[in-house]
């Protein structure tokens, strides 16, 4: 997920905090919407004020709040195309697992949505926190599916403090690329849509609560570092199709498309710091209905070493959480 807040809502939002919903929205997609909206796009919560708290995320992590049309190379500006295919490394369309619980399942015709939330905090030793946050909704409307598979959406989505916008969704390799505009990009968001091979990794057969399995993720991700992940399955539910799964995993190293320099306030005045990422852990349910994201919340907390000449070394934490929920259709 990232975000986008406009000159006016960063202002309204200094000065705010956020209240920890870390459980509350376990939930990307009321299937595909509620995963895509939350990451592709990105979204925060509203502020509630809270004196001592400095609030502006954009400030210290730019590639937090950004709109749609911003986030990748491959992105343009205001009318954008998503399509989801299986490509590359999976271009064959094998199946995710033995079970239907991991695999897509969707219709022509058939619409979802979704309400999201993304969150950002920086504190370190002598300076003002630094919070920032971004929120909004999507629909989709699945237009084609064609073989690999591949599946097409017609979507419509709003950032709060952004404009609205109007997109042809796709995504293929299992999850792991996402096509924007005919331009292609390793799908790195924290949540989408559907199952992510690149972030779940490929299951064992016949999910049962209580089994796991291993993933390395091979690069850096919007809420890690490239590393090592272990899933836990939580609980089946072969009557609805549903499964929820914990993902934990920890790794060094900075973000996908993390500046390399963090500005701060300390006693009234903005100091700008050289950011040495530090050791991340991660952790967070997702809840799956025959491959389609229903319910995904993650929170990431890291320690990183911040420099300037003025402060010297400085050490700090790092939290960012990303929350989504499944909405009633339309949301617009």
């Known amino acids: 997920m990232r975000f986008f807040l406009g000159e006016t809502e960063r202002n309204q939002m200094r000065r705010s905090t956020f209240t920890d919903q870390i459980l509350c929205c376990i939930g990307f997609a009321l299937p595909l ?3 895509t909206a939350a990451l592709a796009k990105n979204a925060p919560v509203d502020p509630i004020a809270l004196a001592g708290k400095t609030n502006d995320t954009f400030a210290f992590d730019q590639t937090l709040f950004k709109h749609p049309s911003q986030v990748r190379k491959s992105q343009p500006s205001n009318r954008d195309v998503v399509v989801l295919a299986m490509t590359g490394p999976h271009a064959q ?5 033995d079970d ?6 969707m219709s022509v015709g058939e619409h979802i949505s979704n309400v999201f939330s993304i969150a950002a905090s920086v504190q370190a030793d002598g300076f003002d926190e630094r919070v920032g946050r971004n929120s909004g909704s999507a629909d989709y409307a699945l237009t084609q599916t064609s073989p690999g598979p591949v599946f097409t959406f017609v979507t419509d989505g709003f950032y709060d403090g952004a404009s609205k916008y109007h997109a042809v969704d796709i995504i293929r390799d299992g999850g792991a690329t996402s096509c924007f505009d005919g331009k292609c990009a390793i799908y790195t968001d924290a949540s989408g849509p559907l199952y992510n091979r690149l972030l ?6 016949h999910l049962k609560a209580g089994m796991t399995w291993s993933v390395t993720i091979r690069q850096s991700w919007e809420l890690g570092p490239a590393g090592d992940q272990t899933v836990t399955v939580m609980h089946v ?6 499964v929820t799964l914990k993902r934990e995993g920890s790794a060094t190293g900075a973000f996908a498309n993390e500046p390399a320099q963090i500005t701060l306030t300390r006693n009234g005045k903005q100091v700008t710091l050289d950011v040495t990422p530090g050791k991340a852990n991660w952790i967070g349910y997702t809840t799956f209905r025959h491959g389609i ?3 995904d919340e993650l929170l990431v907390v890291r320690t990183d070493r911040l420099h300037s000449r003025e402060t010297g070394f400085v050490t700090a934490t790092k939290r960012r959480y990303m929350l989504l929920n499944a909405a009633p259709y339309p949301t617009l």
Do not use: E, H, Y
């Open 200 to 205: 779940w990794g490929d299951p064992p057969a």
């Open 33 to 35: 919407a509620c995963a």
């Open 237 to 242: 539910d072969d009557t609805d199709g549903t």
């Open 293 to 295: 994201v229903l319910n």
């Open 100 to 105: 239907d619980f991991l695999n897509p399942r």
């Open 93 to 97: 369309a094998s199946p995710i697992g």
